[in-house]
């Protein structure tokens, strides 16, 4: 039978880096799979803003913290805020974030 947590695991060891979440003021290490695929970008002379970075992680993980909406996210140095939280398929969340300012 498959093992969907150990395989999303293993797929975050593989290909994510250690993130701190926050949550009520004590740090939760984690490994997660960051991307920040874009920014604001100019079209036809006009600002467009593109998709804010995400950051998967596994439900496991994710559980275990017990994280939600405006908690922090810090990768490599930058605090983000956690906006929109969404359970993908087979024990992973993904968490839309925003530069925390």
Same mark, same amino acid.
């Given at each position: @039978?498959?093992?969907? $947590?150990?395989?999303?695991? $293993?797929?975050?060891? $593989?290909?994510?880096?250690?993130?701190?979440?926050? =949550?009520?003021?004590? /740090?939760?290490?984690?490994?997660?799979?960051?991307?920040?695929?874009?920014?604001?970008?100019?079209?036809?002379? =006009?600002?467009?803003?593109?998709? /804010?970075?995400?950051?998967?992680?596994?439900? #496991?993980?994710?559980?275990?913290?017990?994280? #939600?909406?405006?908690?922090?996210?810090?990768?490599?140095?930058? =605090?983000?805020?956690? =906006?929109?939280?969404?359970? @993908?398929?087979?024990? @992973? @969340?993904?968490?839309?974030?925003?530069?925390?300012?």
């Amino acid at each position: @039978m498959f093992d969907a $947590a150990s395989h999303h695991r $293993a797929q975050a060891d $593989a290909w994510g880096s250690e993130v701190t979440i926050t =949550v009520g003021g004590t /740090d939760h290490p984690v490994t997660g799979v960051f991307r920040d695929p874009y920014g604001s970008i100019a079209i036809g002379g =006009v600002a467009v803003e593109q998709p /804010d970075p995400t950051l998967r992680v596994t439900e #496991a993980d994710w559980l275990a913290i017990g994280a #939600a909406v405006n908690d922090k996210v810090t990768v490599e140095g930058t =605090v983000y805020t956690i =906006v929109v939280l969404r359970a @993908m398929q087979q024990g @992973m @969340m993904e968490l839309t974030l925003r530069a925390f300012a």
